[in-house]
């Protein structure tokens, strides 16, 4: 079978977002929508653009948006997240986004140039990612991302200037495993230090997924911040 697939990593990031009524919400960098898909199913009153820069895939997206019934709800914006945000500046309240995992080209890259621009920073870093996050978010705008769990000294650092209030919030893949992923939240302008939070274990030992993560990927629940690997 050939043919994009959706990982889990948009659908977590998606049950991660607490929003507001009447919030404007940007998926940066959104792909095929499947972020933008989620959380319009799970919140009903947010609207939501997703910004994707390569055309291939900004197509699927707002074929995905109008299979689903969201012409009304998402629009997709074919430009890059700098581009878009310089555009915009101030427009959104949240910024939601799965950037690209890899630094440069410190990778295996893949042979397909989609899948190597969505895995690899190219003509923006993550710095720069932080920036345009930066840009795009109103005073007290709420940035979420889901990263590789080694780079949150790179997130961090990136933040610095820009956003505080930091919550992080590891996705361990089964107990007593370490976190390859994380969840990461900061609020522009603030000045407040970090909180690491306990997680979600996504995983039982035998492989299933546990009740938390069963919830979020079958019944569209939200992340529950308090709980952890419940």
């Not at 920036?131 to 889901?146: F, H, N």
């Not at 996504?202 to 952890?228: M, V």
């Amino acid at each position: 079978m050939q043919g994009y697939r959706v990982a889990i990593d948009p659908v977590l990031l998606a049950a991660s977002i607490v929003v507001g009524p009447d919030e404007q919400v940007l998926d940066a960098g959104c792909g095929t929508g499947a972020a933008a898909l989620c959380l319009a199913a799970r919140v009903v009153n947010c609207a939501l653009t997703g910004v994707e820069l390569d055309a291939e895939l900004a197509a699927l997206a707002r074929s995905n948006v109008a299979a689903n019934g969201m012409g009304g709800r998402i629009v997709i914006a074919e430009n890059s997240f700098d581009g878009y945000a310089n555009a915009n500046p101030a427009a959104f309240d949240q910024v939601m986004s799965n950037p690209p995992f890899y630094a440069g080209e410190r990778h295996t890259r893949s042979p397909s140039e989609t899948k190597a621009a969505a895995h690899g920073e190219r003509a923006m870093n993550l710095p720069d990612w932080i920036k345009a996050a930066a840009t795009a978010l109103r005073p007290s705008g709420r940035l979420t991302l889901i990263h590789r769990a080694d780079r949150l000294g790179d997130l961090l650092s990136a933040f610095e200037g820009r956003f505080g209030a930091v919550v992080i919030f590891p996705l361990w893949p089964k107990p007593g495993i370490e976190a390859k992923r994380i969840l990461v939240i900061a609020i522009k302008g603030r000045r407040t230090l970090p909180r690491l939070l306990p997680g979600l274990v996504l995983h039982r030992a035998d492989g299933t997924y546990t009740a938390q993560t069963e919830a979020i990927l079958r019944d569209a629940a939200p992340l529950d911040f308090g709980e952890g690997s419940a």
